[in-house]
């Protein structure tokens, strides 16, 4: 039997790796051998580990699984929690309302109680409110909510920063992306200026912000900071599965600014990600940025191309057809569970926009 | 009329030391980079003129006032009684800290900000000056509480140049010490273009060593690892080098002579225009490289504002991917003309070469063709494997790979061990050089659907039996079924895969979970694969053989309780309660049925 000594030598060798099958497999097998050796204490921190794992490493449905599990643990005996693993639980419930958004067969009802749930935790740890505004904002923008929006917003912009609150630069991009989302994109554009020239300390940063500034930037007219942001922020998420979503905004990005050669390159080298979304939430923008990239090939003349898919050639037209296809069956199960068509009506527009009438260079260099 | 603030001294230093500096010991760097510039600033004008900082240290001995006292005296151009009132009297001027950025592109504003971070470790300063642009000689003398009075020496010079003198605080002695002193002049100055002496011996070297001549390549490389030893503490496995002429950048890269955990970062030594700006610098290679660590000096990257590590620009970016691209080309090189030393390079930093290869082609092409791994037919490149096995699997565990590369290999499909880390990323990423590789990932699942079928007459004639079989196992979630495979020698093999673990995970969260997260993971089932694990029994096994025939059904029940744990543990699969519980209850029911002489129970 592998002993609690080992274990705890695969959880801090587990940290030592990049986030990804390798990191989350180490992590399962510590797991297992944690509940063999009935340890909870290690099985809680086991639990926590994998769950982020899961979650940055593009498997967010398995983090339902471990999340709940210790979120039942706590309930059945708080006290077995060390305080700092009572802060992770809560921590990791902002990425569950974020997966319960991505994900169409959660119900509406169940979304909306996970969320109240959430306020009365957070509330139980000492009226840690910052994030949680933060959440029922992210939720009111799924829904198309826009008074909700409006409302939610204010309260989480004027709401002190608390222990909960997400890194500054993860806090402040989401808030630049609402702004945006309520036409307010000149204000996003300063509220994110200081932390795009700063530094950071989170895992997901800085490419985060950057990218969540790259419509913005497009549309303040501010190219050399799109520009630069694109550059900065695709270097950093590559390849990454669980930035899945993030790509597909960088995809959009080079469709509407006439650089559809580096688009294609970006779409042959990511494509293979999207056998294995992460959720369908992180499919349809991929789907759209590739769609839009294709789309911009077919009207400059090169529909002829293919593009290299589970080891076949695929044409241009048919590979576009199939993302417009996937991205609007996605937006019609949103819809359902929503009961709205927020969700159609955006995609059709996003897939509609027409590109920058100008090209835009994309190194300094290259005028 | 627009009034300024008036600023106090005493909290800019303290601002400064608690949020610009990490350490009082970078007082020595400034001073010796004010000496620098002085000296740039002369040379300009005046290319023969003098070039030498000299510095004396004075240990404090029985002196009551408090720590020792230091003096920084350059060749350089000195200041203009103007420029002494307008430069020094205006310290802390700047507020914002980008105009503290430090760049140092024009030296007169620069002057005044590297004095200040003398008052880190004194309370009074006094700068002698005279200017190559002729005036008298002035004093200057500033305290921290933001007074100063300017005056003529007490001696007139004869040549420009400038003598910076401070005495320690007694809080600060142990930073104005001649030791301390000199060891921190060498860390920051060695490099410098020009002699600087401490109490009259000499702490720099006739420039940086990679640019120094040799008598041959062998002879440099010896001296250069010679180098890297004192620099790093190891003998380079090699030295590699470096250039970018873009970040005016030469340097050379050690590589590590044993295995890097790839966590640790940076540890680089950056010279920025010969004064070191850190050593542990960070973002100068890209992170595969971590099996590298770099000196260099560079004339065109930008320091942050407390110039103690790299300002993560464009530049740095260009650089980053540049130095990125020589260690590459290096080991490019390597593997045509040493495949010895590449050999030895591999067998320590495999992983940097295998996250590497993940986005690069020629390094993906270098590790198919000469990086070993574990496979059921001993250790081998994914080149040669593949010529063998076209058909190939991998497992994604160690523990997996040891227990089914026996059977698996029985079956005549090849298994690759990728249980480490990007293993199995790079098995994926293969077609991307070789359209035609099919390497998949083995599902143990599949594998049980290789095994061949049990003899049909022998299988009709084992259904009672696997009846009550599938009955005692069901408890513990798991099926069972019949096989027939090699080798003889193995009784049963216990397969089951992530998606059967992840299921099973999914269900027993949603029974712990209340209402709310029962019916959010219910929801969520159906895009989690269903999967069971499965005990595959080997009917070509003799004992198994002899268990299916056994007509005491609940004697067998037994016996594929007992082969369950058995296959568990001999798959170092983890034991639940409930695997526990069945392991202990077959074993005390054989024991029971062999003391009775093996009558059967009543």
Redesign the interface.
Known sequence: ??EAYQVYRMLADA????Y???RT?LL??AL??A??L?DPKLVIQARLDLTRAYQHGGEP??A???F??N???Y?AEPGSFEERQVRGLLWQFKWIMGS?RR?P???LR?AL??LD?MERRYRQAGGLLHAVYAARCGMARHLGDDEGLAEWFHRWHVQPRDDLSDCQACDIGARASALACLGRDEEAVALAAPVVSGTFTCSSQPQGILTAMLPIYLRTSRPEEAA?AH??AY?LC??DLASLDDLGEHLAFCARTGNEARGLEILQREL?LLDRPPSPGHAQPFMVGAALVLRRLEETGHGGLTVLRG?REVPVPELRAAMEAGAREIAARFDARNGTDVHTRRLEADLAAPPMTRPLPLL?GDA | MDNAFQVDLRGVVDLLSRHLYSSPRVYVRELLQNATDAITARRAAEPGAPAAVTVTVTDPGGDARGGGLVSVSDTGIGLTEHEVHVLLATIGRSSKRDELGFSRHEFLGQFGIGLLSGFLVADEITVETRSARGGPTIRWTGTSDGRYRVEPAATEWAEPGTTVTLRARPDAAEWVTGRTVTELARLYGALLPFEVTVNGRGVTLDGPPWLAGHASPAARRSALRAYGEEQFGFVPLDVVDLAVPEAGLTGVACILPAPANPAVRGAHRVYLKRMLLSDSADGLLPDWAFFARCVVDATELRPTAGREALYDDDLLAHTRDELGRQLRDWLVRLAETEPERLRAFLALHHLGVKALALHDDDLLRLVDRRLEFETSAGPMTLAAFRAVHPQGRYTTSVDEFRQLAAVSAAQGVGLVNAGYVHDAEILAALPRIDPAARLDRLDPGELATRLGPADPDAELRARPFLAAAARALDPLGCQVVLRDFDPAALPALYLTSRAARHHAELRDARDAGDELWADVLGALERSVAADRPSLVLNHRNPLVWRVTGLPDLSLAATAVEALYGMALLHGHHPLRPADTAALNRSFLGLLDWAVQGGHGRD
Not at chain 1, 15 to 18: A, E, K, Q, R, S
């Open positions: 039997m592998t940290w030592d790796l990049p990804g099958e390798a497999v399962e097998g297992r051998a509940e063999d009935r449905v398995k339902f699984a471990t709940t599990r979120l039942a643990a309930d319960i994900f067969e959660i119900p169940r109680d996970a749930d630069e550059r900065k270097r590559q390849g293979p080891g300094p």
